[in-house]
């Protein structure tokens, strides 16, 4: 399969375009460079220009701050891209895997969020990826919506790999204790994206795993506690209201349930602590 892959200087595209070169597939690995996300008509002129079976589209503006303080390119990269592609892939008739957040959800609830409630965010961020949902959803493309949540396990570092070196150097961390989600490991991310392209749905999915739902203090204190209990790093909690940097508002329960994507799956979700540990041997 020939598959066009944007934003692969990040975490997930990256990720994404090795895992599937190395499965045998004809990856065409496309950064900002490539497909001008915040110019439409550059973007245009792009997409028509690249000949692939599928579309992956995980590059987004992606960090909460930035698009609260820049609304009119997150608007454009989070909302008006994928609307592009779609538009696009409807025309040639090519799959489209768009990838979205849990951060489309309000966080007022606790419990886990089902793929077809109701989304309210709260932020720029999670406003403009909504948007970026409907429009892929409404184009009448062939296309899926799947929703991550704090993805690990890539070469890029995140909040796993960054609490994995402060413990071993015997750092203290801080982190927050009042914010919930469930963390997703990358390799597994990568056996699932193979298996929607393979299906194909029309859908919004959750790609995370199964488990209760974590703060990040709560999974600095499963790091230490689990995998490095001789550390002399102390975790010190801490809240979204002393958390005095962040910008944008922060969602507060964000976990997400999985039940469209396990159908798609030969095997049960794992739950994250499981799947962590099995991510932490293999480093």
Known sequence: MKIAITGTRGRVGGALADHLRKAGHDVIALTRQDVPLDHPPLLREAISSIDADCWINPAAMSSPDACEQDPLTSHAVNALAPSIMAQACRQHDRYLLHFSTDYVFSGKETGKRQELDVTEPINAYGKHKREGEEAVLASGARAAVLRVSWVYGAEVPAFVEQCLQRLSTGETIQAIDDKW?????????????????HQQPSAVLHGCHAGDPVSWHGIATHLRDTHMPDSASEIRATSLAEASHFVAKRPVHTAMAHQLLSGLLPHPIEDWRAAMARVISQA
């Open 181 to 197: 989600s469930i963390p997703t490991a990358m390799p597994d991310l990568c056996q699932w994206v193979e298996h929607i392209l």
